[in-house]
Structures are given as structure tokens and as C-alpha cells.
């Protein structure tokens, strides 16, 4: 199936870097943006981020071979409700959240055609949001997950493949709960970390001493507390257990470290933050 | 005093780029290495990061104006043994530990004249270490925090604050615990927490998937799990208190937030994860 009409529900640094990107890549097909209010829209359009832009989702939706949804978790529901009356049969609806199962139970609960659903999460973000932020290459050699219903068409998972693949992407797929455990670990838990490494300082009486007295190390430790709020609400939120778990198994490993410092415990120690060292050197793809 | 002769033991990140931001800076005075083997020595020379080098630190010593220790923290009171019986009434020693009382005491249990004692801590850094590492342009912007004791001279100090300044560094006193007590907070907490981080990740059984899904945010946060294992292990054991303390401090944080996300408080997580993120961006200076 040839894709000649995507639109893009959210206009922030997610879709309109997947729009931005398509038609870098020379993407013939006409690519239309769905935002909050008209002077976005306009000026994702004077800045060539999409070809048109409208307010209006379900008249966005109802001609149009592709849907990706790159709004809130928590606001994914009521884009699908919006959606689901208009829907055509063909049309392949994905999205970019980045915890999958509620998208699936949203979409389980709302949408006619479930075999045109392909759940979707690309691993590339950075602390600034919004259509300042776009970014054409954004998902150069970054990984886009996707996490295919039972009932999901083979011919849908390859359109939705092909395109991210064009805008530079590494597609790989795996199960929901596979990936939103290891998203709990990889990616939900550093950042609450870092939200709650940043509070603490904050809270002390010399708090802005306490900032002045941080070096570039801890600039880059909590960049990521910079994320937006209301993003990382949503997915703590609908990743409650997974990123619960993460939690309590980063307190263990923080416990044993600590337990080993109170101890005076030197090898233990010196094992621990040498193999963090030698494992992120070894493994970590991105450097 | 006229500082002509500066002797730099330990010819890592620290000793190295203090000495090479100095002789960019135009120090006119000759500046000597003190080295663990002669080819380290050489190729410090070669480079022009001193102008000579030696393993020797007695000798080297004996005849300087101004000793900097940068060596790892429990390598100071070895060092500092093997000068004491040769230093000059009027040789200035300062040092670059990241943690204080250590050094002090240290000073107090091996030098005849703590009236030139000068500690120091220059709050700057990067994951790489060594001579491949020397940076003359390290400190540019970067604090230097000095805790004289109350035995020190005032132009001894003065010594210091005009060197580091010369390197490019912005000079500030406080008191020990002070220090140790911020510094633990700031730096010595971020680093444990990300080697925590990293190590929780490499004990999973699917170790190589779980850095294959992390981008380029758990890159930035872990980037100071790649520090040298030794040297975070001694600053752990000489800070050790504050440490413990910090991380209990952290723990608290953490368990508030866990519980937010276990109750489902919408509220609470977007309050914490708000404030953190305001507070980083109004109160951080090096962004």
C-alpha cells in the first residue's frame, strides 16, 4: 500500500521532527500537521515542517492513509475518541509514546479497525520541546520500537517501518511488555533520578550555593530533569509497576553502595564503580 | 613573594592542565612534574606541560616555591611523608582533593609549616583522565575553592587565588566542612548515584539490550560513571560521613517520589518534577 496522505497528530519536538525528517528525506506525500490552536499550525507550515495544518483531528484523519500520535500519554485517549468515528478501514494508525501498553488499551478500547494499529516508540529526545525544537535529524541511527498487536497486519508494521526508517531511524520490534520494562529501566528511572537528585539540592537552605558549587558533570547528570513535567507525569503514571520495580531495584544497588561506603569497604567499592565503568564503556552504543 | 618555581606532583587531568593553563597563560617561572616513571615524565615535557620532570618529589621539592598535589586522596599523606623533611620555610603547598579534612589532617600529622598550607579544590573535571586529558583551558570559568586553615598566611593564599586565577579560575574561601558537606551534594552523590545506575542496568540479565535501548539522556546522565574508579573510591572513603548522609538525603526524595507514583498522585510527581526543573534553570550556572 502506497502512503500519500500522514498526519501527524501533535506538532512538538517528537512529530514535527518525524514530518521535519520525511521531507528532508524527499517524502512525496503531502504530510499535515493537527495543533491546539492556528498561529502553530502556521507557523509549522512558513517553516516547512508540514504541508498543511489544521485544528480540526477528525477532519485530519478521515482522508488520510497514515496517523501518528505524538501527544501526551495522557492525552492519547481523547485524540483516539476524536479519531475513531472517521476512521477509514486502511488508514495505519502509530504513535510515539513512550510507554505502550496504555496506548493499547487505549486504542483496544476506542478505535474500529485494530488491525491497522502499530504502537510505536522512538528513542530520541532531547531536554527542549516544542516546534523549536524540531529537528530533522533527530533519528539518525536512533532506535524506533514498535510493538505490534496480535491482530496487527504484516503490510502495516512494514509502511510504518519503511517510514521511520526513511527519517533515518533503526527499527527493531518486540513486545509491549518487554519494551515498557526496559524503558522503566533504561530511560523512566534515570529521569526520575535526576528530578529527584535536582529537588534535593533544591531544597537546601544554600540552594544557590549548592548550584554554583555543581561542575559540568552534574550538568550533564541532570539535563534530563530538564524534560517537561507533564510528559514524565504521564509516563510514570501509565508505567507506574515498571518504573515502581526500577526504583526499588536501583534503592537496592544505592543501599549496597552505601552500606559499603558507611563499612569503609574499599574492594567493594572500587569493584562496583569499575564495573559501571568498564559495562557503560563496553555496551553503551551511543557515546 | 614571587612564585619562580612551581612544582606539580601527579601529572594527570588536574596537575597537567594546571601547569599547561599557566604556561599558556604566560607564567613566566619554570614549572616541574613530579611523575610515577620517567616515559610519562618524557612525554609530559615533550608535549610542553612542563617544563621538566622527574620522579624524584624530595628533589623535585626541595628547591620550589609552591608545591600543587594532584594525586588521588589517599595518596596525599605518602606524598606529603616524603616532602616534610625537605620543604623550605617558605614553600607554599596547596593541593587539588576533592575533599578537605582529609588533606588537613594529613597536612597537620606531616608538615613542619602549616602557616603555608593552602588546601584547594578546583570544582572542574572530565570522565577522561591522564596526560591524554590535559586540557589548558579547564578552568576557564571554573570555581576554585580554597580552605586556608587558621594557621595559614594571608599571602600565601594570595599565591594560590593569583595562580589559579592566572589558569583561568574563579577563586572563592569557604571553610572545610563546609566544603565537604556541599561538595558531597553536589559532586560525590551524582557520581555514586550514576555509578549506581549503571551497575543496576549491567546486572541485568539482558545487559546488552538494556544499552541498546538508551539514548542519548541516560548517555549525558551516566557520563560520570565512565570517572576513574579509584579516585571516586578514595573521595567515598575520605568524605565518608557527608556521603552517607547525602545519600540518605537523596533516598528520602526518591522514596517521596516512588510513593507519588505507587498512589497515583498526578499532583505531587508534576509538582516535584516542575520544581526541579525550574530550580535547575534558574539557579544553574554552567548550563
Redesign the interface.
Known sequence: MSIDNICVVGMGLIGGSFSSALKKAGYAGKITGVVRDNAKGNQAVERGVVDEATTDVAKAVANTDLVLLSVPMLSMREQLEKMAPVLQSHTIVTDAGSVKQPFIDDARATLPYLNRVVPGHP?????KSGLDAVDSSLYQE??I?LTPLPETDEDAVTSVAQLWELAGGIVESLSPEHHDD??A???H????????????????Q??????????????????????D??M??DI??TN?AA??QA?????A???A??QA??A?D?DT??T??????E???E?????
Open positions: 528513542i530520541a529526545g532531547k531536554e536512533h532506535r520500537l526496559a524503558l529501566a533504561t530511560s528511572l534515570p529521569h526520575v533520578l535526576a528530578f529527584a537528585m535536582v529537588d534535593m539540592l533544591a531544597s537546601r544554600e540552594m544557590k550555593e549548592m548550584f554554583r558549587y555543581s561542575a559540568g558533570g552534574f550538568r550533564d547528570f541532570t539535563r534530563i530533569a530538564s524534560g513535567s507533564v514524565w507525569r510514570c503514571l507506574q518504573v515502581g526504583i526499588e531495584e536501583f534503592e544497588h544505592l543501599a553502595i552505601k561506603i558507611a569503609g574499599a567499592i572500587e562496583v564503580f569499575r564495573r559501571a565503568r559495562a557503560r564503556e555496551h553503551l552504543v551511543i557515546k
